[in-house]
């Protein structure tokens, strides 16, 4: 399984116009085939950090989620919403219950 986590930063000011863009592609790529997790949450505490959560089957799963349409959407929103510090590391998993 393939892990992605990490942080955008966007300006608190934005982050109501940022919405109908994050779930546009969040749902979008919830739906792509190997994608078993995709999320961003808003941090508590600090109000212009969000938080990106995904996991995916295999990296040709994330490879193939790279190149979707959505996801040139959502990119092309980055400058005019002001989402910037982009943290993002990729992780190699094996499941295991806990």
């Known amino acids: 399984m393939i892990v992605i986590e990490g942080t955008v930063r966007i300006n608190p000011d934005r982050l109501e116009a940022a919405r109908p863009a994050m779930q546009k592609v969040v749902?979008?790529?919830?739906?792509?085939?190997?994608?078993?997790?995709?999320?961003?949450?808003?941090?508590?505490?600090?109000?212009?950090l969000i938080r990106v959560s995904e996991r995916w089957q295999d990296r040709d799963s994330l490879k193939a989620h790279f190149q979707t349409l959505h996801m040139a959407e959502w990119r092309s929103t980055w400058p005019s919403l002001n989402i910037h510090a982009r943290s993002l590391?990729?992780?190699e998993a094996d499941p295991e219950d806990i």
């Not at 790529?29 to 941090?43: F, L, N, V």
């Open 27 to 48: 749902l979008a790529s919830r739906a792509e085939p190997g994608c078993i997790d995709y999320a961003y949450a808003a941090d508590l505490i600090e109000p212009d």
């Open 89 to 91: 590391r990729l992780y």
